[in-house]
Nanobody, 128 residues
Framework: QVQLVESGGGLVQAGGSLKLSCAAS????????MGWFRQAPGKERAFVAA????????YYTDSVKGRFTISRDSAKNTVYLQMNSLKPEDTAVYYC?????????????????????WGQGTQVTVSS
């Protein structure tokens, strides 16, 4: 079983920045891709960003490209989501996710079904 603990959410004004962290209790953390999703009120949980097992490849939904950056620190078993130029429409609960599969296609990283483990979520609220 893998435990994921997110932190770093909060209230910020439009145009501001936040950095989310997700600590994983997985000793083979560096062998697996990781993802971030978000869920706004009344909406389904949606893909935000993902990073390959080695960190060499990153993937983003179109609405956050150029504003958000996903990264990982294998020494700390932690994945990050740096969010800049935040907009009110970024308001959501942000979830960290991890798969149980080491082999995957890049397209699978965008889908909720690829991930087996989820954190409890951290609230991000962007005021206008």
């Amino acid at each position: 079983q893998v435990q994921l603990v997110e932190s770093g959410g909060g209230l910020v004004q439009a145009g501001g920045s936040l950095k989310l962290s997700c600590a994983a209790s997985r000793h083979t953390f560096s062998d697996y891709a990781m993802g971030w999703f978000r869920q706004a009120p009344g909406k389904e949980r949606a893909f935000v960003a993902a990073i390959s097992w080695g960190g060499g490849n990153t993937y983003y939904t179109d609405s956050v490209k150029g504003r958000f950056t996903i990264s990982r620190d294998s020494a700390k078993n932690t994945v990050y989501l740096q969010m800049n130029s935040l907009k009110p429409e970024d308001t959501a609960v942000y979830y960290c996710a991890a798969p149980s599969k080491r082999v995957y296609s890049s397209t699978s990283l965008y889908t909720r079904s690829f991930y087996d483990y989820w954190g409890q979520g951290t609230q991000v609220t962007v005021s206008s």
